[in-house]
């Protein structure tokens, strides 16, 4: 479902490259759910917007579905993307002047097939238990509200690949807890692969696998 072979990310300076990646190699199946660690700055969110596709690899394979999305051109990338990946980062990212409900059909706005997007986006916010929350608006909610709503958003176009950057980083103990426990049970019921850069000894515990990147490998641990 997603696979990583030999992935590598550098940068260009006027000294050296800085390395971030060197060699990450793994795979998911649907329905797996995995946590990454480890300290700031070791290219958590580097590999992350890699296997998102909203950043490039120096070296290596990145294959979600069976497609290698760097081999397509960059207007069938970004339908992809939009189709198969949702995102969910530490700032909720939601756009102020638009409802919760309007918010959550975002992603779902490109694609004029989607005729049962608006039901399924009031079920969505149904499932994070903000039902009554729908003509909301982000300014109206509470941190943890406004967490669920972009979980509610990444979940709109069924994607197969849900990445969550420190999505609890900003939440106090509790409300992080069931922001996880959320993120835990909407992604088993869609059957999607989960990846969940985490800080949380506690929140990585929740998922299937644990990895850790170290020197720019992603270990096991
Ligand atoms: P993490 O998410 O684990 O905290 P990042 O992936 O954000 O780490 O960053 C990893 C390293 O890559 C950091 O040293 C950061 O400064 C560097 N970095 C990130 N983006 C760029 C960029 N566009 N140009 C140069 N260096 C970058
Ligand atoms: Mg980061």
Redesign the pocket.
Known sequence: MIRADAIA?S???RADD?V?LRDVSFSLERGQSAAIM????????????ILGTL?TPTAGRVTIDEIDPFALPESKLARFRNQRVGFIFQDHHLLPQCSALENVLLPSLADPANADASQRARQLLARVGLADRAEHSPAELSGGEKQRVAIARALINKPSLVLA??PTGNLDRATAELVANLLAELHRADDCVLLV?THSERLAERFDRRFE?LDGCLVDR
């Open positions: 990310k940068y260009p300076t800085l971030v480890g300290p700031s700055g070791c290219g958590k969110s580097t590999l992350l917007n950043d950057d420190e850069v990147l």
